[in-house]
């Protein structure tokens, strides 16, 4: 952690924006993930906790991969984080389809 703050500081401030904006656009990224992914499961008519276990095996497996890829000469630990952060993100995009999915179901 000491080491990413240090990281961090010396950047410069177009570098710090940048930086910020890319982690941005990726949880955005997973959060549209998660919910296309939740979306594609609805046709089952599936439970929603088997809908968010399914998402969450999917979207485990593609943040690992994608975060080993983007990070591979980070430290593991690094990379584990935003693995963490990825998938939570998508699990939120997938709950808010299921939300958006019983709404709609109650008022027909």
């Not at 240090?6 to 177009?14: A, G, K, S």
């Amino acid at each position: 952690m000491l080491q990413l703050q240090t990281d961090f500081l010396n950047l410069t401030e177009l570098q710090r924006i940048l930086f910020v904006s890319r982690f941005i656009e990726v949880i955005g990224a997973f959060t549209l993930l998660g919910y296309l992914v939740a979306e594609m499961g609805s046709r089952r008519d599936e439970s929603a906790s088997n809908s968010l276990r399914r998402v969450f095996g999917y979207v485990l497996a593609f943040a690992i991969l994608s975060t080993t890829l983007r990070n591979l000469f980070s430290e593991p630990l690094f990379y584990l984080v935003e693995a963490v952060l990825f998938t939570a993100a998508a699990m939120y995009g997938a709950i808010i389809y299921r939300l958006q999915l019983a709404a709609v179901r109650r008022m027909q």
